[in-house]
């Protein structure tokens, strides 16, 4: 061989190693979904059955902490001691309907990052604490709402000019860009506070753990989160329970009644907050998809192997041995709807959202249905995939809207009707 081909196809093969990029091509064909065996929320990993109520809440330890260890990561236990400072008030806002309030959280000694502003709207003409939505937002609080009153956030989000973020900080001009997503109106017209919080407050969401609340809990020289440690999704989950902390303060809030809710990774981090917090009244997952409320297993549209390679600091790193070995994991995202059992859950997908495999997210309400059934309460009412558009309600609510990736006024509206359902029908 000519000594340049010779020394070329060494070279190429040389890259080919070290360059590959894996085969994450997605599946959206449902007869190449593999056969598959799912564990059972109610048996334990050493095969024993959970015959009463003390054993399910030995089972759920143990879920968890296989959540925490191979999933999310572990969530720290050491308490800190939150400090807050109101930034806002204004008893006139919504037309007068509401009163607005922001509230900066910070978790340090230091009147410094990281600090969380919480953004609350609550009704006016409720004559008792009002229950609450309380979910994370994208782009910062200034964008679910274009009232000039909202602090614009200064801190790192995800470039996108279309929505006014230019070089990684929001402008004046992302004021409201989010507002299709947050109707606040209507939910301040049902009755309901709404509570929201910019995720990137808590964690900005890159590859990055020398930011966000991370390094507050590391060992002295430490870089980042160890195997088993939190990722950003950990992180984000654990931001909405000290949000929580801080609703057991607010008199106009009905603390027992907080849905927490959450549109894609952020529906992702809302179940991960509600299976560990149980003082959340209800959980909402909107489009959740891979490694929020779709079957891990069926491997359909977005995979593990995919998401850890895009998103290598959503979850701790141990979820990696399950890229493309999905069958070796001891739990898949069905034992984590189980966990918010036997609190009412919603889960909902959309029919062009195949990325994040609705039949996936339906199924694994399906198979949660055993562990709400075990503590007295029905789970999801059918086994078959309802039409689109058409909403099946029991202690669990599952719907597929038509239309894409989103979360939308149809999706909100079913969220108001079964936290009407459960949550008694609190109007003012
Ligand atoms: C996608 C990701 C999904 C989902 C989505 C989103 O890129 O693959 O898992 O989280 O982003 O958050 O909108």
Same mark, same amino acid.
């Not at 079957?295 to 979820?319: D, K, M, Q």
């Given at each position: 061989?000519?000594?340049?081909?010779?020394?070329?196809?060494?070279?190429?093969?040389? @890259?080919?190693?070290?360059?590959?990029?894996?085969?994450?091509?997605?599946?959206?064909?449902?007869?190449?979904? %593999?056969?598959?065996?799912?564990? +059972?929320?109610?048996?334990?990993?050493?095969?024993?059955?959970?015959?009463?109520?003390?054993?399910?809440?030995?089972?759920?330890?143990?879920?968890?902490?296989?959540?925490?260890?191979?999933?999310?990561?572990?969530?720290?236990?050491?308490?800190?001691?939150?400090?807050?400072?109101?930034?806002?008030?204004?008893?006139?806002?919504?037309?007068?309907?509401?009163?607005?309030?922001?509230?900066?959280?910070?978790?340090?000694?230091?009147?410094?990052?990281?600090?969380? +502003?919480?953004?609350?709207?609550?009704?006016?003409?409720?004559?008792?604490?009002?229950?609450?939505?309380?979910?994370?937002?994208?782009?910062?609080?200034?964008?679910?709402?274009?009232?000039?009153?909202?602090?614009?956030?200064?801190?790192?989000?995800?470039?996108?000019?279309?929505?006014?973020?230019?070089?990684?900080?929001?402008?004046?001009?992302?004021?409201?860009?989010?507002?299709?997503?947050?109707?606040?109106?209507?939910?301040?017209?049902?009755?309901?506070?709404?509570?929201?919080?910019?995720?990137?407050?808590?964690?900005?969401?890159?590859?990055?753990?020398? +930011?966000?609340?991370?390094?507050?809990?590391?060992?002295?020289?430490?870089?980042?989160? @160890?195997?088993?440690?939190?990722?950003?999704?950990?992180?984000?989950?654990?931001?909405?329970?000290?949000?929580?902390?801080?609703?057991?303060?607010?008199?106009?809030?009905?603390?027992?009644?907080?849905?927490?809710?959450?549109?894609?990774?952020?529906?992702?981090? @809302?179940?991960?907050?509600?299976?560990?917090?149980?003082?959340?009244?209800?959980?909402?997952?909107?489009?959740?998809?891979?490694?929020?409320?779709?079957?891990?297993?069926?491997?359909?549209?977005?995979?593990?192997?995919?998401?850890?390679?895009?998103?290598?600091?959503?979850?701790?790193?141990?979820?990696?041995?399950?890229?493309?070995?999905?069958?070796?994991?001891?739990? +898949?995202?069905?034992?984590?709807?189980?966990?918010?059992? %036997?609190?009412?859950?919603?889960?909902?997908?959309?029919?062009?959202?195949?990325?994040?495999?609705?039949?996936?997210?339906?199924?694994?309400?399906?198979?949660?249905?055993?562990?709400?059934?075990?503590?007295?309460?029905?789970?999801?009412?059918?086994?078959?995939?309802? %039409?689109?558009?058409?909403?099946?309600?029991?202690?669990?609510?599952?719907?597929?809207?038509?239309?894409?990736?989103?979360?939308?006024?149809?999706?909100?509206?079913?969220?108001?009707?079964?936290?009407?359902?459960?949550?008694?029908?609190?109007?003012?």
């Amino acid at each position: 061989m000519n000594y340049f081909l010779f020394l070329f196809s060494q070279l190429s093969l040389f @890259s080919s190693v070290l360059f590959a990029q894996p085969d994450f091509t997605p599946n959206y064909d449902e007869d190449k979904v %593999p056969t598959y065996t799912l564990p +059972d929320p109610l048996v334990f990993e050493n095969d024993e059955k959970v015959e009463s109520q003390s054993g399910w809440q030995e089972r759920r330890t143990e879920i968890l902490q296989l959540f925490a260890s191979q999933v999310y990561g572990k969530t720290p236990n050491q308490s800190l001691d939150l400090r807050t400072k109101i930034l806002s008030t204004n008893k006139q806002a919504l037309d007068g309907k509401a009163t607005r309030k922001e509230v900066r959280v910070f978790f340090s000694k230091r009147d410094a990052r990281p600090y969380m +502003d919480i953004l609350l709207f609550v009704p006016n003409s409720a004559n008792r604490p009002a229950p609450a939505f309380l979910g994370l937002n994208f782009y910062g609080n200034q964008t679910i709402h274009p009232d000039p009153g909202i602090t614009l956030s200064d801190q790192w989000m995800r470039a996108n000019e279309d929505f006014g973020i230019v070089d990684h900080r929001a402008t004046e001009a992302s004021r409201g860009v989010r507002v299709s997503r947050w109707p606040a109106e209507t939910i301040i017209d049902r009755g309901y506070a709404l509570v929201t919080i910019y995720c990137g407050d808590i964690d900005p969401d890159k590859n990055d753990f020398l +930011d966000g609340v991370h390094p507050l809990f590391y060992e002295s020289g430490q870089q980042e989160p @160890s195997d088993e440690e939190w990722g950003t999704i950990g992180a984000w989950a654990w931001g909405l329970s000290r949000a929580l902390d801080h609703l057991q303060t607010e008199e106009t809030i009905d603390s027992d009644q907080v849905a927490v809710i959450g549109h894609s990774r952020l529906g992702k981090a @809302s179940l991960w907050a509600g299976a560990q917090d149980e003082r959340f009244a209800m959980v909402i997952s909107n489009n959740s998809g891979c490694g929020g409320a779709a079957l891990s297993r069926r491997a359909y549209g977005e995979t593990v192997g995919r998401i850890n390679h895009n998103f290598p600091h959503w979850f701790c790193n141990n979820f990696e041995q399950y890229n493309k070995n999905e069958f070796s994991l001891s739990v +898949d995202q069905h034992m984590l709807l189980s966990l918010v059992a %036997p609190r009412p859950l919603y889960v909902a997908s959309a029919k062009e959202d195949q990325w994040a495999d609705p039949k996936g997210e339906f199924l694994s309400a399906v198979y949660a249905t055993p562990a709400y059934q075990f503590l007295g309460k029905e789970g999801l009412p059918t086994t078959q995939m309802p %039409p689109v558009d058409e909403p099946v309600i029991g202690t669990i609510g599952y719907h597929i809207r038509s239309g894409g990736h989103d979360i939308n006024s149809y999706d909100w509206e079913q969220y108001l009707n079964f936290a009407d359902k459960h949550f008694g029908g609190k109007r003012p």
